[in-house]
T-cell receptor, first 112, second 115 residues
């Protein structure tokens, strides 16, 4: 069974204080790992897809990296508008479709 | 850019009633997914369709059914509603062959409240 574990559950940062979110996964064969941002009561917003260990992707203050067992979402000099829940999800090779299995998310709060 | 459209955005039903949720995917997207997100929980996969055929089935109750139509929009039909069905229901769409790792783009969700 595919498993995704995110840590920490919640993270409070001061504006400009860089940090990293962790996503550990167990899947028989990884087709892709996805990062989403979700604001309260809204749909997840796509951020990144990573396919293979060693891959990195960047978007503004966010950088996602992937190893064979985990992914990190690095946030550099965050701003209050970066406050949200960040979800990690995996897509496994053995599924007939393309379902995503999500972690429980990291709730990030950035204080001004 | 066009996004996934879901309707209605909010729905209040009583126990044992039925509900129909609609999803209009991003133009040209051929795959639709349905997810359920309970309060404080992560999204759970329910079911997906590729080219109007069911492509994958997750933890969808037997009381629920879904289909994808010729214009690629999808409907999730929920019957004999229970209090535990209260949740956010998201539709997502992607472009690509079944089993591909194309990104899934989520709609704004339908908040279902069962009283």
């Amino acid at each position: 069974e595919d498993q995704v574990t995110q840590s920490p559950e919640a993270l409070r940062l001061q504006e400009g204080e860089s940090s990293s979110l962790n996503c550990s996964y167990t899947v028989s064969g990884l087709r892709g790992l996805f990062w989403y941002r979700q604001d309260p009561g809204k749909g997840p917003e796509f951020l990144f897809t990573l396919y293979s260990a060693g891959e990195e992707k960047e978007k503004e203050r966010l950088k996602a990296t992937l190893t064979k067992k985990e992914s990190f979402l690095h946030i550099t000099a965050p701003k209050p508008e970066d406050s949200a829940t960040y979800l990690c999800a995996v897509q496994a090779e053995e599924t007939s479709g393309s379902r995503l299995t999500f972690g429980e998310g990291t709730q990030l709060t950035v204080n001004p | 850019a066009a996004g996934v459209i879901q309707s209605p955005r909010h729905l209040i039903k009583e126990k044992r009633e039925t509900a129909t949720l609609k999803c209009y995917p991003i133009p040209r997207h051929d795959t639709v997914y349905w997810y359920q997100q309970g309060p404080g929980q992560d999204p759970q996969f329910l079911i997906s369709f590729y080219e109007k055929m069911q492509s994958d089935k997750g933890s969808i109750p037997d009381r629920f059914s879904a289909q994808q139509f010729s214009d690629y929009h999808s409907e999730l039909n929920m019957s004999s509603l229970e209090l535990g069905d209260s949740a956010l229901y998201f539709c997502a769409s992607s472009l690509g062959r079944q089993g591909s790792s194309y990104e899934q783009y989520f709609g704004p969700g339908t908040r279902l409240t069962v009283t």
